[in-house]
């Protein structure tokens, strides 16, 4: 069977206050023209399909409108909730739409029912199960409490250790892992069956970036590599970069777009997985090559805008470091001139030598007029001593405050 693995579209995302929905409408006009070309029998969708809860009408019509593409061409659609959807308002329609090759699970309470996906190629059906993003605070006690099964692991080995009496409280590992349980089950009675796991969730050994929103405080969202064996493949979301934690077995796609500049060297991109008929996974990462690039410039206001090096990054979205001494006036305007798409400026001045404490109490207390106090706190923070120019301003500033006190 073949499939094509992406996840964190985010749709209805925008960069900066500039809205990405053409050029995500581009990657997924991409992403369907592969799935066509590489004749795939599934699409796998592996969470965050929107950007919030509550999406634009214009980011649903575009989900909407890509499903029914693939749908057109033949293609199977799983797809799950993410930590940046409404679990609820993504799957409302799965129970009609499962019937038409569309699947969008929501719910964890049905983790451990298959979608069965049967080759074009013949052979037999291969078992997606839909594992949506898991909130321990929720489903960790809603999965606990469900009818136990011969071979559930106990509370205690799935929760963390408390003292006596506390309330249950679930890490994602654990969460996760209680999860798998009922998946598993499903899968020992289906001997033979090739198995694909989806799920959204923070790999430990992922490589992460400023995009992605924090599952919990501290590292505590972290599931083990290993909570996931016995898989025949396990198609990530959550995490914007590509890669792969176990060989091709267990992998993120990443997303289609850039979604900060922390992912500014990140190749966007799916993947495209073979399962032979032992349910080993053949992968190949394909780029997406769409959307605008990100890209960082450094130096001074006047070099940025005259230096034809740093024109490869017209057309980029553009984050500015100016190293100028001081901010220069309308920068950003004026960068705009040369980077019409630039959205980020950072000043970042040469760094100067200030004097120590005792060097600066010392001057302090031998300057003799206001003039030469303002010169001194000025040279202190320049690194350098006030120019002439710098000192006549001083003196005009303190002789307006002089005129105004008298008043």
Known sequence: MRLLHTSDWHL???FHGASLLDEQAEALDRIVELAREAAVDLVVIAGDLYDRAIPPAEA??????TLARLR????AVVAIAGNHDSHVRVSVYDPLLSALGVTIRGAVTRAAEPVLVQPAAGGTAVAVYPLPYLEPVVDGPRLLAAPD???????EEVALELPAGAPARFSHEATTRLALQGIRRDLVRRPGTRSVLVAHTFVAGGQGSDSERELSVGQVDRVSVETFAGFDYVALGHLHGSQQLDGPRLAYSGTPLPYSFSEERHRKSVRIVELAADGTP???????GVGRSLQTIEGTLATLCSDPTFERAREARVRAILTDEALPL?????????????VELRHQPPAVERSSGDERSRRIREAR???ELAGLFLADQQGRPASSAELDLLRLALDAAGRGRER
Do not use: K, N, W, Y
């Not at 099964?149 to 509370?155: N, T, Y």
């Not at 053949?282 to 997406?288: D, F, G, S, T, Y």
């Open 369 to 371: 007029s206001p003039l």
């Open 72 to 75: 057109s061409a033949g293609i």
């Open 12 to 14: 209805g995302r925008s």
């Open 60 to 65: 649903v019509s575009l989900f909407t409108d």
């Open 282 to 288: 053949a992968v190949e990462v394909v780029p997406l």
């Open 330 to 342: 309308q920068a950003m305007a004026r960068l705009r001139e040369r980077f019409p798409h630039a």
């Open 149 to 155: 099964p011969e071979g559930c692991d106990s509370a």
